[in-house]
């Protein structure tokens, strides 16, 4: 009884704030009309919940009453639910509202990954009561692993990232377009904040120590809530060094078996399986992400030593005070996001001879050769960066390649391929190539 109160109390709260107010949108909006399940996942604090806020708002400018929105965050410790309880979310609507079906309702879930065999739970829901079901976490594997199974068939999913510079823009009131020397100096000036403090919502107008506190919990909540507790990592010692080796080889090809040596140079004990698990646990939580080395073998990309960036700048700083001067690798990192976002899972860099940060392909056939460079302006720089990109033309049969910069703009033309020269400023607010 007690416990149906508490979610009764929960749901008409919630209900009595709609609609949300002073929320700013995303470019990612979810949809509410394709009768399947909605799942956003993404990196704690990244703005999941206001998504569904957003989408909610959404649902009541179509006419949908307030009284049909439910929405529970399992990060509430007031929700402390077994997986035997959950039917009383049910329970306690029915007891609100008996003469509305809930196959009128919208259930919100976020941050459902909480609950052990949630996906049960929500498959029920989904084929006995209502289609209308939107569900976030901040754990990508074990959504996905339930998804999988359970739920096969039945969702849509997307990922949400901390904001792109092109929101970042936005929630600093900065117009978004780069013609007129005044906003352009407004928009390179957001640029070189962006790359040191990253695009978590909630830093946005912070100063320079809040920000760091704040990025700092983020951290710590990843790693003892989300890695620590959830994956019942007892060999915290490792871990830690572990993250903090990963992360001094941002933009980097790494080799576990390499920090494994090192681990064990330091006297610190882990076994290479124990590497790989931990390596499974970063990228579930979305604390950093594996670039592989493209190869038409699959084994061949396997094998091959991965390149690492993390979900965001200003938490790299957090973990490390190394980068916070390295606008070279800060700004590789940032390339990578947007290209992420753009190009999901077909991304890849190339190493054959030179070195090219990074090949997109569109449908399994190579699109885009890029590089990351803050500043080419050296003429060694700048041929080391060319003969990456002319190398990776060549083999991929392309005829243009492109050197992201921080500013600097030209086109040169080497033998029969051409070399765009493009401030990342430009890509990021146009968004394409």
Not at 33 to 54: A, P, Q, W
Not at 261 to 267: A, E, H, K, P
Not at 319 to 340: P, R
Not at 382 to 406: C, H, Q, V
Request: glycine letters at 4%; a negative charge.
């Amino acid at each position: 009884m007690e416990k149906k109160n508490i979610i009764k109390n929960l749901i008409l709260d919630h209900q009595e704030k709609l609609p949300v107010e002073d929320i700013l949108p995303r470019e990612l909006s979810l949809p509410t009309d394709k009768n399947k399940i909605i799942v956003v996942s993404g990196v704690r604090r990244c703005g999941k919940t206001t998504l569904l806020k957003l989408t909610q708002n959404k649902l009541l400018d179509k006419g949908i009453e307030a009284k049909k929105i439910l929405f529970f965050n399992f990060d509430d410790e007031r929700l402390l639910l077994q997986t035997e309880e959950l039917d009383l979310i049910l329970q306690s609507y029915r007891e609100l509202y008996p003469d509305i079906s809930l196959n009128e309702c919208y259930f919100f879930f976020d941050e459902i990954q909480n609950i052990d065999h949630w996906d049960k739970f929500v498959r029920r829901i989904y084929d006995n009561e209502t289609k209308n079901i939107f569900i976030s976490g901040s754990n990508g594997k074990l959504l996905g692993s339930e998804i999988a199974s359970s739920l096969r068939g039945r969702t849509m999913q997307y990922e949400l990232y901390p904001l792109s510079f092109f929101e970042f823009l936005s929630f600093n009131n900065i117009t978004k377009q780069y013609y007129g020397d005044k906003n352009k100096g407004a928009v390179m000036h957001a640029l070189s904040h962006y790359l040191h403090s990253g695009g978590f919502p909630e830093i946005i107008d912070r100063n320079d120590e809040d920000r760091l506190m704040i990025l700092s919990a983020y951290y710590r909540v990843l790693l003892f809530r989300d890695i620590i507790e959830r994956y019942n990592v007892t060999r915290i010692s490792a871990l830690k060094y572990f993250i903090k080796r990963l992360i001094s080889n941002l933009g980097k090809p790494f080799s576990i078996n390499k920090i494994f040596n090192d681990l064990r140079s330091q006297g610190i004990k882990a076994d290479k399986d124990y590497l790989y698990e931990i390596m499974e646990y970063i990228e579930a939580v979305y604390l950093s992400f594996r670039l592989y080395k493209f190869d038409y073998s699959v084994v061949n990309r396997e094998m091959s030593d991965k390149k690492l960036y993390a979900i965001d700048n200003g938490l790299i700083n957090a973990i490390s005070w190394q980068f916070s001067d390295d606008l070279g690798k800060l700004f590789e990192n940032t390339v990578y996001l947007w290209l992420k976002r753009l190009f999901s899972e077909d991304l890849f860099y190339f190493d054959k001879k030179n070195e090219c940060d990074f090949i997109v392909f569109d449908r399994d056939k190579p699109a885009y050769a890029i590089q990351a460079c803050y500043d080419p302006s050296e003429k060694k720089t700048l041929e080391r960066e060319i003969k990456g990109l002319t190398n990776a033309l060549e083999y991929f049969r392309l005829d243009t390649g492109y050197l992201i910069t921080a500013e600097n703009e030209d086109e040169i033309v080497i033998h029969d391929k051409t070399i765009k020269i493009v401030p990342a400023y430009k890509m990021m607010i146009d968004n394409k190539f």
